[in-house]
């Protein structure tokens, strides 16, 4: 999920000529070992055929990073990359594995397919070789250059928080951080808390938080949360029959999003104890709180911005890709190809890059037709 390339004397070009592999895939996260894990069983081999660059100092990509005490919202045989099966996880959360066992997983899931990611090492840009379209395309870094017939990127979107412009929000003197700054509840015990989002992220954190704080939770609209029994699984197998139906050439209509709320143990506690509750959100920040429309003032030691990401892509800005919504068009037999640039795809930023494919488990579809898409082309 992050930028990245190893050791100079293991990737680096030689006497400034860059390593030419067949595909570099940028990001090696679940997004880029699930696309390496289908180039290698295509045939193609790590380290030589194909490179995983990796701008972080060690596996796991952006889950080393996200808070301490997020919760899959699925059992671990339902959040797996393709080939291997994530080992179970059961404890009183009732099999919902936590972050660690997430990065352990992924860590070894690198080491089972010996994928051999380059780390550390950050892609700076993507550029082409030559002005001739059919050339390769040129991934610079940090620690030595590649030029490859194909590129993945696969870099996710937790390294480009999003951060709404909101009235007063230059004024407030207390401390705002976004979600991917959060770690644990500790460092808020007995302060006044903002908790600002309506999906998982912000029910989760306010969950926490909320044992130990006075919390706030404002949305943009009423939040909306998922029967008790039902969790991730019931979301992808939807997910899956979105994609079958997309293949046909029909549209298909699910039971729910991957926004809205699962009620993982954490979240029924929070609205058992009757602070699951969402209010309308605030018109603007004040030095000492928040504001609404009303006149309704509340004092706040600290907002947490639970507002989202955008696709990591600025190695790619030197393409001048047209964009939509920050969107890069995509097309092609594999649902990630780049329109305006063929030799480029892009793997695991959500649904435009095909259904759930930000997820664990929904990212195997994706990866799958972009190593076959990479394949064929060669062939």
């Known amino acids: 999920m992050m930028l990245a390339a190893g050791p100079a004397s293991a990737s680096g070009s030689v006497s400034g000529a860059p390593r030419q592999v067949e595909a570099a895939i940028i990001g090696g996260g679940q997004a880029g070992l699930a696309t390496g894990f289908y180039l290698r069983r295509a045939g193609l081999t790590p380290g030589e055929d194909f490179?995983?660059?990796?701008?972080?100092?060690?596996?796991?990509?952006?889950?080393?990073?996200?808070?301490?005490?997020?919760?899959?919202?699925?059992?671990?045989?339902?959040?797996?990359?393709?080939?291997?099966?994530?080992?179970?996880?059961?404890?009183?959360?009732?099999?919902?594995?936590?972050?660690?066992?997430?990065?352990?997983?992924?860590?070894?899931?690198?080491?089972?397919?010996?994928?051999?990611?380059?780390?550390?090492?950050?892609?700076r840009d993507v550029v082409p070789e030559s002005d001739d379209p059919a050339g390769r395309l040129v991934v610079r870094t940090d620690r030595g250059d590649f030029a490859a017939r194909a590129v993945v990127s696969a870099t996710g979107i937790w390294d480009r928080p999003f951060w709404p412009a909101y009235p007063g929000a230059g004024d407030f003197t207390g401390r705002q951080l976004h979600a991917a700054q959060y770690r644990n509840a500790a460092e808020f015990a007995g302060r006044r808390v903002v908790i600002v989002g309506g999906g998982n992220s912000a029910a989760q954190i306010l969950a926490e938080v909320s044992t130990v704080a006075q919390t706030t939770w404002v949305t943009q609209r009423p939040p909306r949360f998922l029967p008790d029994d039902v969790d991730g699984r019931a979301l992808f197998a939807t997910a899956r029959a979105r994609i079958r139906a997309l293949e046909v050439g029909r549209e298909h209509e699910g039971i729910a999003g991957l926004g809205d709320i699962v009620m993982v143990a954490s979240v029924r506690d929070a609205r058992d104890r009757g602070v699951l509750v969402a209010e309308a959100m605030f018109e603007r920040l004040l030095p000492a709180g928040v504001a609404w429309a009303?006149?309704?003032?509340?004092?706040?030691?600290?907002?947490?911005?639970?507002?989202?990401?955008?696709?990591?892509?600025?190695?790619?800005?030197?393409?001048?890709?047209?964009?939509?919504?920050?969107?890069?068009?995509?097309?092609?037999?594999?649902?990630?190809?780049?329109?305006?640039e063929p030799r480029l795809f892009l793997v695991g930023y959500g649904d435009w890059t095909g259904p759930a494919s930000a997820t664990l488990a929904g990212v195997g579809p994706s990866a799958k037709a972009t190593a076959s898409a990479i394949v064929d082309a060669d062939s």
């Open 51 to 123: 490179v995983i660059l990796d701008a972080g100092d060690r596996p796991g990509g952006a889950w080393t990073r996200m808070w301490d005490g997020l919760r899959l919202f699925s059992p671990s045989s339902f959040s797996s990359l393709p080939g291997w099966m994530m080992p179970p996880w059961d404890d009183a959360h009732h099999g919902y594995p936590p972050r660690s066992h997430v990065v352990d997983y992924l860590t070894r899931y690198e080491d089972r397919y010996d994928l051999r990611v380059e780390r550390p090492c950050t892609v």
């Open 294 to 340: 009303d006149g309704t003032l509340r004092d706040a030691d600290a907002v947490i911005w639970c507002t989202g990401f955008r696709p990591a892509l600025p190695h790619l800005r030197r393409l001048r890709l047209r964009t939509d919504a920050g969107h890069v068009p995509v097309s092609g037999p594999s649902g990630t190809q780049a329109i305006s």
